[in-house]
């Protein structure tokens, strides 16, 4: 519920503030982890980084609408989504020799401090241009009128599109190294070097397929859309044949570079669908709708590999991927919203 709460506050007081804090309140709680003593602060302090996390998500893409014109806002919001996979491959690299050496707290000490250093960063560097500050508190003194993010059946649409999308995913995500393992017959560190991969090819995908979607309307966009959850089907599907790695490997990159570049095309419409003073709100509900995957996924995941042969439960993901281009076809004809003039820099 918080990414929806984190595009609200930052309607209300701009990305910029929702996300520093956002971002401060997540580094503090990953340092504090470090310092546990316990199951019980430890429980605690996983649950404030959740909280931080859900404030900086939507505010951090809110400040992408703001600061993008519509001719590149599937690109900056590609590159921005990029740094997810390519911080979470380094990011486990690093930990992983920051723990060899040092043992498991440290970690969340280093990861804490890049956190500040980032969330410092952005407060001393992002300004609003001279002449924004009246107009920021005329935002804060405005009433944010949530209705305005359901006019737009678009809206609806794309967060139950997100959902089931992010259903088949969560499979792939969270079973891609045992799916190897017991597949394909590797060992668990190639597995899981194998789909960590998927990462990668997908920081480009979304630069690319970004570009070209903002080379048309937000109809286009629409399209694409429909045809990389499509194709990520087909790569899903493919990786429970009898192919050699070396085709895997391939099937592996193909699957990331059409998949993760999802995530930052449905939120590029999203914040084109709407007005901008609500963007925030509407990119946090589609965010929240979809994530409630990852509160659902894991258990039912667990409970089918239990009860059926894992390549069918990669089968039934694969299938969830189709079954979310359904609700596409209930978004009738997208238009853009007209946008009130922006000069956030």
Not at 229 to 234: D, F, G, Q, R
Request: aromatic content about 10%.
């Amino acid at each position: 519920m918080l990414l929806f709460i984190g595009g609200i506050l930052s309607d209300k007081f701009t990305g910029k503030t929702v996300l520093i804090w956002g971002l401060s309140i997540f580094s503090l709680a990953t340092g504090a982890t470090g310092i546990a003593t316990g199951f019980v602060t430890m429980l605690v302090y996983r649950i404030v980084t959740g909280l931080g996390e859900g404030l900086f998500w939507p505010a951090a893409s809110q400040e992408i609408t703001l600061v993008s014109t519509d001719e590149q806002r599937t690109t900056v919001m590609s590159i921005y989504w990029a740094g997810y996979p390519i911080g979470g491959f380094f990011g486990t690299w690093l930990g992983a020799m920051v723990g060899a050496h040092y043992g498991w707290r440290p970690v969340f000490l280093v990861a804490f401090l890049l956190g500040v250093i980032v969330a410092v960063l952005y407060g001393v560097l992002v300004r609003n241009k001279r002449g924004d500050a009246a107009s920021v508190k005329v935002q804060l003194r405005e009433k944010v009128a949530l209705r305005e993010i359901f006019r737009q059946p678009v809206v609806v649409v794309l967060g139950i599109f997100y959902l089931l999308l992010m259903s088949g995913w969560w499979i792939v995500l969270l079973w891609a190294p045992t799916f190897m393992e017991t597949q394909k017959h590797m060992s668990l560190t190639t597995g899981g070097t194998i789909a960590s991969l998927m990462g990668l090819s997908g920081a480009l995908g979304g630069v690319l397929i970004g570009r070209y979607c903002d080379r048309g309307t937000i109809a286009r966009r629409k399209v694409v859309l429909v045809w990389i959850t499509i194709l990520t089907a087909v790569m899903m599907a493919l990786m429970v044949v009898g192919i050699p790695t070396w085709l895997l490997v391939v099937v592996v990159l193909l699957l990331g570079f059409f998949g993760y570049p999802i995530t930052p095309v449905v939120l590029a419409i999203t914040s084109q669908a709407v007005a901008k003073r609500v963007a925030g709100s509407a990119i946090g509900f589609v965010m929240n709708v979809g994530m409630l995957a990852g509160a659902i996924t894991p258990a039912i995941a667990g409970f089918l590999q239990e009860n059926l042969p894992i390549s069918t439960v990669w089968v039934l993901a694969a299938l969830l991927q189709l079954i979310s281009c359904l609700a596409l076809c209930f978004t009738g004809k997208l238009q853009q919203a007209s946008h009130e003039p922006q000069t956030f820099g």
